[in-house]
Structures are given as C-alpha cells and as structure tokens.
C-alpha cells in the first residue's frame, strides 16, 4: 500500500457507524481526500473495554527514538508494518503485542507499478462498493520525548495484493472483519499466533473496487472529494 488515504466522515459519524462508546476527540479532525504520512488521523482503540475513537499521527515512532526531530524524521518510513514480519520488526513488534487498533478509511490509493497490466503511475482510488468504511488493521503507540512532549502515533498492516488489486500493486490493507474487532482489539490478548490468525482472512478484497483517477492525487495539496472521481483509461488498459 502506497502511503496516501481518504477519509469523509468526521468523528460523530464513525462513533456512530464503528458502533464507539465515545471519543476522546473535541472536535473533528478536517475531512481529508488526500491522507499523507506524519497526518492526524482517526484510530479506534480499546478503552476499559469499550472500542472508543482516538487519533495520531501517522507512522509510528519507534521507542527508542531520543528526540523529537529524529521521532518525527522517521515517521514517513514506518507507516505501513507487513503483515509477514511486524511480530519480528523491532520498530512494530511491542506495539503488535500490546496496541493494536483500527484505522477507519473512506479508501485508499494505489499506484499502479510496471509489473501490473495498467500504465506505471496510474493512480486508482480503492473503496468499497457499498460506500461503507473500511476497517483496516493497525498498530498504534504512545511515545514521549525527553522535553516530556507525548506523540501517539499509528500505522497501517499491509499484506500480499490478491485478485484484481494484484494487477495494480503487489500490497494491500489487512481489513478486519466486523466479527474480529473484539479479539484484535483486546488488550490482554497477546498470543502472537492468535494475533497472526486474525489477520488471515478469505477473499481479503471481497467486495472492493478499483477506480482509475486522475494524476491529482499525486500532489498532497490536491484534496477535495473530485480527487476521487474515476476517470476513462484509453485502450489497451482496462477496467474492473
């Protein structure tokens, strides 16, 4: 997955459709067509056992980091954690075992790579086909900084692309399942065979579309919902 996101609904609307007991948010964060790394970005979380809405930032600070300008400096490289290695990676593995949430989105971008039957570069913008939000699974942790400033900060678990998304990109989301929620959200569950288990899900791209659009996308000042209009593709690429 490639490291831009939409989401349109603000914080009242995903309490609502996230089935939350409640936010920890004052107000909304901006409805955002055009999600880029190091971005405030809604997460749901495990709260005194209640699923609650939360927000970071996104690439996850790894605890080691001493301060803020190299915590920052590195959150662009781990906004996304494979699905295959995060119980190993040091930067991911204690968030893995000890906070893991779900990062709510409208869609997300993709990129189109030369191994792929589509033009290298072609952006498509991925939701699903009823318009609800997609549940994708995160990590996500808190981090202070020797001034005492604390940054929660979150990424997104990526898997093996199947079906039609593997002819765009060779990575997609791990999206979990309304029926799983509870599991990989509890805090006390950290077997990490179970963990592993959670994110194997059949027919991952169930459901989902992949829309040409236009190149717009590319510039992170670019937002608005006519980002993610799709666009005709000329011939010989096509459509699914």
Not at 176 to 196: C, F, S, V
């Amino acid at each position: 997955m490639c490291g831009r996101y939409a989401q349109s609904l603000g914080a009242e609307e995903l309490v609502e459709s996230f089935d939350l007991a409640g936010s920890t948010l004052d107000q909304s964060l901006p409805l955002n067509w055009n999600i880029a790394p190091t971005n405030e970005i809604y997460i749901v979380r495990s709260e005194s056992d209640s699923r609650i809405l939360d927000s970071a930032s996104w690439g996850i600070i790894a605890p080691w980091q001493k301060n803020l300008a190299d915590a920052r400096a590195s959150q662009s490289h781990a906004i996304n954690a494979r699905s295959e290695s995060i119980h190993e990676k040091p930067t991911f593995r204690h968030a893995f075992r000890t906070s893991r949430c779900l990062i709510p989105a409208s869609g997300y971008y993709e990129w189109a790579t030369s191994l792929g039957k589509y033009s290298p570069k072609q952006p498509f913008y991925i939701s699903h086909t009823s318009g609800e939000q997609l549940s994708i699974a995160g990590i996500w942790s808190s981090w202070q900084s020797e001034k005492g400033v604390v940054i929660q900060s979150a990424a997104i678990i990526t898997r093996e692309a199947v079906g039609e998304l593997a002819t765009i990109h060779s990575r997609m989301p791990v999206f979990m399942p309304r029926k799983r929620w509870q599991g990989w959200l509890d805090t006390e569950a950290r077997d990490i065979n179970r963990l592993l288990k959670l994110m194997e899900v059949d027919e991952p791209d169930a459901g989902l579309i992949a829309q040409p659009i236009s190149p717009r996308v590319n510039l992170v000042a670019n937002n608005g919902a006519e980002l993610i209009v799709p666009i005709e593709l000329g011939e010989p690429e096509t459509l699914f």
